[in-house]
Nanobody, 115 residues
Framework: QVHVVESGGGLVQPGGSLRLSCVGS????????MGWYRQAPGKQREWVAT???????NYGNSVKGRFTISGDSAKNTVYLQMNSLNPEDTAVYYC?????????WGQGTQVTVSS
């Protein structure tokens, strides 16, 4: 079973960029559907993007065209490149791994977009 740890969050100005990383241990990401979710204060957790074990990639409508999810199997790491950030992107970002009935979440990394 895989365990995941996120990093890369921080404070960025509107229009800026950040890259989040999700490093896995215990098992290879190759066999998991890996995704990013986010949760803003007072709001429900929102799906951001997924890269499936098949390689298929999907994005939520609010980030399509601005965010890019990718994976590096050699490093067992999934990335979320976030460009053209705006204050509405402020949230805790979580990495998620899913294989059948098994699901794992990271502890989250804070992203704050503010001038």
């Amino acid at each position: 079973q895989v365990h995941v740890v996120e990093s890369g969050g921080g404070l960025v100005q509107p229009g800026g960029s950040l890259r989040l990383s999700c490093v896995g241990s215990g098992s290879s990401f190759m066999f998991y559907d890996m995704g990013w979710y986010r949760q803003a204060p007072g709001k429900q957790r929102e799906w951001v993007a997924t890269i499936a074990s098949t390689g298929v990639i999907n994005y939520g409508n609010s980030v399509k065209g601005r965010f890019t999810i990718s994976g590096d199997s050699a490093k067992n790491t999934v990335y979320l490149q976030m460009n053209s950030l705006n204050p509405e992107d402020t949230a805790v970002y979580y990495c998620n791994g899913r294989q059948g009935a098994y699901e794992v979440w990271g502890q989250g990394t804070q992203v704050t977009v503010s001038s």
